[in-house]
């Protein structure tokens, strides 16, 4: 079976002349490779440097099929998208042609038109997956128009959360991010992971004021030092220099690290006790699966389906509005836990991180579209 997924995962050339990309996307498709004869990727090629996130695949199943890097708000971006239209419809059906199951990575500026372009055209078996916020309320005009197109069709969508009223054809669907040896890795690590008198935060992810770094920095301006140990900043973004001089005025340990390979980011859960996730907008971010797996309690913003897994002072810690001063006060109510209620959280998180294997995903892919 060939398997055919259109997204707008960046792909670069490293310096010994291999494709790699985003490394979430490409652990995802070469965690699911040995179910499909062939996965072919049309994606967008870059001719920057590629991040240290980045990963190469490691299947001779997967092939990578470049579309040009194209995307952003100026009025020369917007153009240079609607002049490569007919380019990327000419691919993308060369490609579904001799696929028998594509997946359409959404909301993305090329889901505009590829969506109407394969509900009328293809009659190919497939789905969409919706990554984004799916309940929100003030979507960009290109998303609700995604929105709409995809509620309105017979195939099959996956979202993040279960929604009142969902439609027939719209499915919830967990991220995956855990491999069964994440699964080994992370009991062991729970098994002898113990709250200490100094806590470790971190925070793994863009460093832009969506995903709520900023807010993060001016909290713990805010906070007593005392109990804290280190702040571990995983990321790279617009924000970066703005938050290693800020970041500067605090009195606690704090490590900005950018972008990690994955097993250096599990070393920063392993080390760390809480992870902090204060987004503006998201779906369900994978950091919040992963650091479950690995021990780390979850302070996160009640947006999308995250209230959904994360209960306040059940398994972590929900912010109900994402503002600075309660963030705060979460911050504060976990360094005050006992080390036998955290013990609790930890264990209610492992066992629910397993709807985030790439074993998990697997089954559900072959129950929902592979029959």
């Known amino acids: 079976m060939r398997l055919l997924v259109i997204s707008h995962t960046r792909h670069y050339k490293n310096e010994n002349g291999d494709i790699v990309g985003w490394g979430p996307t490409i652990t995802e498709l070469n ?48 153009l240079k998208m609607i002049l490569n239209i007919p380019r990327i419809i000419r691919v993308v059906s060369s490609e579904l042609k001799s696929s028998d199951v594509f997946q359409l990575r959404t909301p993305t500026g090329i889901a505009v038109f590829l969506i109407p372009y394969i509900t009328i ?11 984004g916020n799916w309940t929100q309320i003030n979507k960009p005009l290109g998303y609700r128009l995604q929105k ?6 017979k195939r099959k969508v996956t979202i ?12 919830t669907f967990e991220n995956p991010c855990l491999t069964a040896k994440d699964r080994l890795n992370g009991k062991n ?51 970066r220099e703005m938050i290693e001089e800020d970041a500067k005025q605090l009195s606690i340990d704090v490590k900005i690290h950018g972008s990690l390979p994955k097993n250096e980011v599990q ?47 059940y398994n972590g810690f929900l912010i109900q509005l994402n503002t600075i001063e309660n963030l705060k006060s979460m ?32 089954e559900r892919i072959k129950k929902e579209f592979l029959n």
């Open 31 to 78: 965690n699911i490779a040995d179910e499909f004869n062939e996965i072919v990727h049309v994606a967008m090629f870059h001719s920057e440097k590629p991040p240290k996130s980045s990963l190469p695949y490691n299947s001779s199943k997967i092939k990578f099929v470049p579309l040009p890097a194209l995307g952003g708000k100026t009025i020369f971006n917007k």
């Open 121 to 131: 055209f293809s009659k190919v078996n497939g789905w969409y997956k919706y990554a």
């Open 148 to 153: 709409w197109m995809l509620k309105n069709q």
């Open 160 to 171: 993040n959360g279960e929604w009142n009223n969902q439609a027939q054809n719209i499915l």
């Open 189 to 239: 690590i729970i098994e002898n992971k113990k709250l200490t008198e100094e806590i470790n935060y971190c925070f793994v992810g863009g460093l832009n004021y969506n995903k709520g770094i900023d807010k993060i920095i001016e909290s713990f301006k805010l906070l007593p030092s005392e109990k804290i140990g280190t702040l571990h900043i995983v990321g790279d973004g617009e924000l």
């Open 267 to 313: 070393e920063i859960y392993k080390n760390s006790h809480f992870i902090l996730v204060p987004s503006k907008n998201e779906g369900f971010p994978k950091v919040i699966g992963e650091a479950m797996n690995f021990g780390c309690v979850p302070i996160v913003s009640n947006v999308s389906c995250i209230g959904q897994y994360v209960k306040n002072d």
């Open 331 to 362: 911050i504060e109510k976990s360094s005050q836990i006992t080390g036998d209620r955290y013990n609790i959280y930890k264990d209610i998180n492992y066992k629910l991180a397993n709807k985030f294997t790439y074993q998990y995903y697997i």
